[in-house]
């Protein structure tokens, strides 16, 4: 009999390929006459660039960014074999993972390190980034991820903003002009599993913020 194996990963405990792998070996166990096919999956959350990287053939890149809290971290996003798409989560570099339960607080918080690791694999030839939402610990609308890239985000004064999620109320403009890459040549495309708002009694700040 074949089985098809097609499992997430179990948050916090094991990775998509290990929950594949696990399950497979109790199957076999139960009886030897059983043929397993492993097809790991993701959400958009942390584990989707291994995923997408696996499944394509391709391979794992590692760069020095920054965590939420601007330390010095190394994290991963995930390369086709081709080196023209690259696979991105906030996760990796901005992901709940990062951070202690006591430093979970979205004003806080920022995804500038995701944009430091399309930014590297902009620079290395991707041409498509495909960008995957979960898992984050910011609540930022991507203005840390945009810092990255060179966006600069001014108050009515015009001094620039710090790339936190407490900063999105005081936005007055955002300059374009020092971007670090051409962005007009990237396709990007982005990968969630809901279709909350912003903000608004369904909105994200309202949704998610409170449990992270």
Known sequence: MRVLIASDSFKEALDAKAV?????RGLQKAGPHITPTLFPLADGGE????????HSG????????????????EAQYGRS????TAF????????????????????KTTSYGTGELMLHAIENGAKKI????GGSATNDAGMGMASALG?????EQGNILPALGES????????????????????????CDVDNPLHGPRGAARVYAPQK
């Open 20 to 24: 594949c792998e696990a399950i497979a």
């Open 47 to 54: 584990g989707t660039a291994e995923i997408l990287a696996y």
């Open 58 to 73: 391709g391979q794992m890149v590692s760069h020095t960014v920054n965590d939420p809290l601007f330390r010095t971290i």
């Open 81 to 84: 074999a081709d080196g023209k």
């Open 88 to 107: 991105v989560e906030t996760a990796a570099a901005a992901g709940l993972q990062r951070l202690k339960p006591e430093e979970r607080n979205p004003l």
């Open 130 to 133: 495909i960008f995957g939402l």
């Open 151 to 155: 966006f600069r985000f001014l108050d």
């Open 168 to 191: 999105l109320q005081k936005i007055a403009h955002i300059d374009s002009s020092h971007l670090k890459t051409d962005l007009s040549q990237v396709e990007f495309i982005t990968l």
